[in-house]
């Protein structure tokens, strides 16, 4: 088994976006780490979450406290394997093989392979990319030479993971609330206070903290962003205590605690007036890696439903051979492969804005945070539906942990609150139309990519964008409560037009089924009510798209 061998549309999918000497490499690289992810890691990723738990060590024999979390020696290894990869440090730096710097596309291709097997595994790698974004941008030098070159180690050098520590119990998403404080008793900084919800605590080499200066206003704006070191040159820990360790329901692969910091030594990060603006940043790459590990939800669900209804009989048949299972697979499949076409067509736009890149404009940048929140929503809520549709797939079997299908739905759920809640990004959206016209450059940029389409699945795509226009200019006079309350219906529309866009470009290629997946995305994206349906596409389609091989000229499966 390979996660990576058996989906030959996604390697597809990276030949386009990669140059021809960077895709032989990346090729290579990720058909091996899909045959590791579908195997040892797979193997190590269902051992720790039923008997491997990461566990708090609070005291040592004498009573002191050590604060030290223990994860079993597969996820030891699965660290390794992970970052030794390139998944982090790559991006940053030199793929020794190729002379030259990895790229996002490449990393996230890593992590969606990674959260096929557990997403548990992959929230370290957001953390640790956003901490290895936050020193290489905004970092003095002195800073960056004392952690990055940790922080993006490929095996050369010991490995410091990172965090992101934002959440308070008093702040939750109202960060502007938090009051963990930064002293400045001579030279350097000294936070002291608490922070709720920190994954990754104890595993950890470097936390990104967000503190509020002695004198600092309040609010977002008196925030600033500090490097902390878990521990101490010496190997102590960095006045820095663990109280508990979260008992969640799902990812339980990585450790979330409860931090206190009692005088930790810190180093400030980039201005000191713009902590919070700097994570907003690194929110923006996590929110990234959300929408990829939900994409990696979704495969392996899809995957496994698929699987189990091509080899389970009940009836006399195969329970594939009934039009409702085909019905669901296909509809599966079909969202499953737009939805990945449209990030991993997008990363582009990103690298741009993230790196500023020259060319770089204000609608880019614009445009990027908005796709973020529209990307990150759906695919959150649909890592959700899809492990709920391969449960059922499964029936009673679906629910037995036995099978890797209860725990699929564990992690998704996370997914939906972690980076913010379809409520936080709808607020986004919202945020993001007023104050820089976000949905008119929406609109702007739909109308030019189908500019010179036309035909009968065009049509519900041109209705839709009217449809957003009539919403805009209804909003524009609405009161707040009523932006407010239909924040998340926008969100909702402009993403199904974003989707079908995509599904109308793949279908140009000539492929014939690219051109029944787009059917099949589109009217079951613009349907309406309940009328009687002659054609059954989703049956009548069904070989075709479940089965994901490409016209053997074009075939990359090795």
């Known amino acids: 088994m390979n996660f990576y061998k058996e989906e030959p549309r996604f390697q597809a999918l990276l030949k386009e976006l990669l140059d021809e000497e960077f895709f032989k490499y990346a090729d290579g690289e990720l058909l091996a780490f899909g045959e590791k992810c579908a195997n040892e890691i797979d193997q190590r990723a269902r051992f720790t979450d039923r008997e491997g738990q990461p566990k708090l060590i609070k005291f040592d024999a004498y009573g002191d406290d050590i604060s030290e979390v223990w994860v079993n020696d597969g996820y030891r290894k699965t660290v390794e394997d992970s970052y030794n990869t390139g998944i982090v440090g790559y991006v940053h730096k030199n793929i020794p093989e190729l002379g030259r ?56 050098t010991t490995l410091y993971e990172g965090a992101t520590f934002l959440t308070e119990r008093q702040g ?15 030279a350097g900084y000294k936070i002291y206070g608490e922070k709720y919800f920190a994954s990754n605590a104890g595993m950890c080499g470097v936390a990104m903290v967000l503190a509020r200066k002695e004198g600092a206003p309040s609010g977002t704006k008196g925030l600033t962003l500090f490097a902390v070191p878990w521990r101490k040159e010496d190997g102590k820990l960095n006045g820095i205590k663990i109280r508990r360790l979260k008992d969640k329901l799902g990812v339980r692969a990585v450790p979330s ?28 790459l996590s929110r990234v890696c959300n929408t990829v590990a939900s994409l990696g939800i979704m495969r392996r669900a899809y995957r496994e439903a698929r699987e189990y209804a091509l080899k389970r009989d009940a009836f006399g048949k ?36 993230m790196r500023n ?10 445009l990027n945070r908005l796709y973020i929140a529209l990307l990150k929503k759906e695919t ?54 007023e104050k820089f016209g976000a949905g008119e450059l929406f609109l702007q940029e739909m109308k030019e990519r189908i500019a010179g389409m036309n035909g009968k699945h065009f049509q519900p795509v041109r209705g839709g964008i009217e449809q957003l226009e009539k919403l805009l200019s209804s909003l524009q006079t609405a009161s707040h409560d009523h932006k407010t309350f239909h924040s998340k219906r926008v969100a909702e529309l402009m993403v199904r037009i974003f989707e079908s866009v995509n599904a109308l470009d793949y279908a140009v290629s000539g492929d014939e089924r690219a051109e029944k997946v787009m059917e099949v995305y589109i009217e079951e994206t613009w ?9 059954l596409k989703p049956v009548d389609y069904f070989h075709e798209i479940v089965n994901e091989s490409i016209p053997q000229e074009k075939s990359l499966v090795k």
């Open 101 to 156: 710097r990895g790229n996002y596309i490449y990393s996230y291709a890593q992590g969606y392979l990674l959260s096929q097997t557990e997403a548990g595994f992959y929230c370290p790698v957001t953390l640790t990319m956003a901490t290895a974004y936050l020193l290489d941008q905004y970092a003095s030098q002195e800073v960056k030479e004392k952690f990055l070159p940790h922080v993006l180690s490929t095996g050369e």
């Open 172 to 186: 939750g998403s109202d960060v502007g609330a938090n009051v963990v404080k930064a002293v400045q008793p001579a």
């Open 257 to 284: 605690a409860e931090v206190e910091f009692e005088g930790a030594e810190a180093y400030v990060v980039g201005d000191p007036t713009k902590g919070f603006y700097y994570m907003m940043e690194a929110l923006n």
């Open 318 to 353: 195969k329970l594939a051979d009934f039009p409702m299972i085909k019905d669901s697979l296909v509809k599966m499949a079909v969202k499953l492969e737009v939805q990945t076409r449209t990030v991993f067509k997008y990363l582009p736009l990103f690298e741009k804005v």
């Open 357 to 366: 890149e020259p060319g770089v404009t204000e609608k880019d940048i614009v």
């Open 380 to 433: 959150a809520e649909q890592a959700v539906h899809f492990a709920h549709e391969a449960i059922e797939m499964h029936g009673g079997n679906g629910y037995i942990e036995d099978f890797v299908t209860p725990r699929l739905l564990r992690d998704a759920q996370v997914l939906t609150v972690w980076e913010g809640t379809a409520n936080i990004l709808g607020l986004e959206v919202l945020r993001l139309m």
């Open 527 to 535: 349907k309406s009510g309940y009328e009687f349906k002659d054609k």
